[in-house]
């Protein structure tokens, strides 16, 4: 009950085009869904993040919708870059007893994100 | 922006040696970090939670006599791994909890020979 399924595995994508990376989870208790991008050799960054409460964040080129029913998010990517080329993790957390803050993350497996200039 | 030193990011060990890896909050306290195994092209793998002042947690499977987790103080969790092993070789991520958010260091590689 404390997975976050990703998929896919690893996309390509064109320069220019949209990239679309999806999560599903189980947990109904999971209560803030970030996304995190890894380059090689780094440590995660975090790029946008949502809570259940919106159906939809936007930052930039990154958007999240989220559909709380389904029990799903997405991260779409628009204008993709060969810059943006690296691995996108989903993850998701509880709130702690007391509310002040978040538990430990749990991680979709990653999806390997491949855009060709 | 909060910011996560982690030192050193490469090290190469002889088989039997310790190894230690600092995980630095530079500009923030952080009273939870927590330490990541990641194998190539996987997930990261949450190996323990340590909560500045006392005892980490450790995740299942995960052998506290060997990898050993001291978090003395509000910026700084230390993570050491005894008696290394080839299987030992892989990348160590920590992380620093800050209010809603998480901070990750920049990862450590390490080889054990």
């Known amino acids: 009950q404390q997975q976050v399924k990703q998929s896919p595995q690893s996309l390509i994508v064109q320069k220019g085009g949209i990239s679309i990376i999806n999560c599903a989870y189980e947990?109904?208790?999971?209560?803030?869904f970030p996304w995190y991008q890894q380059f090689p050799g780094k440590g995660p960054a975090l790029l946008i993040a949502?809570?259940?409460?919106?159906s939809e964040k936007k930052e930039g080129r990154f958007t999240i919708s989220f559909n709380k029913s389904a029990k799903q998010f997405s991260l779409h990517i628009m204008d993709s870059q060969p810059g943006d080329s690296a691995t996108y993790f989903c993850?998701?957390?509880?709130?702690?007893?007391?509310?002040?803050?978040?538990?430990?993350?749990?991680f979709g497996q990653g999806t390997i994100l491949t855009v060709h200039p | 922006g909060a910011v996560v030193s982690q030192h050193p990011s490469r090290v190469i060990c002889k088989s039997g040696t310790s190894v230690k890896i600092e995980c630095r909050s530079l500009?923030?306290?952080?009273?939870?970090m927590f330490w990541y195994r990641q194998f190539p092209k996987q997930s990261l793998m949450l190996m323990a939670t340590?909560?500045?002042?006392?005892?980490?947690?450790?995740e299942q499977g995960v052998e506290k006599d060997k990898f050993l987790i001291n978090h003395a103080s509000l910026t700084l969790s230390t993570l050491t791994v005894t008696s290394a092993h080839p299987e030992d070789s892989s990348f160590y991520i920590c992380?620093?909890?800050?209010?809603?958010?998480?901070?990750f260091g920049s990862g450590t590689r390490l080889t054990v020979v």
């Open positions: 992380s620093a909890k800050q209010g809603y958010g998480y901070t």
């Open positions: 947990n109904t208790a999971f209560d803030y």
């Open positions: 949502i809570r259940p409460d919106v």
């Open positions: 993850a998701a957390s509880i709130r702690t007893s007391g509310g002040t803050s978040y538990g430990k993350l749990t």
């Open positions: 500009d923030f306290q952080a009273t939870t």
């Open positions: 340590s909560n500045e002042g006392s005892k980490a947690t450790y």
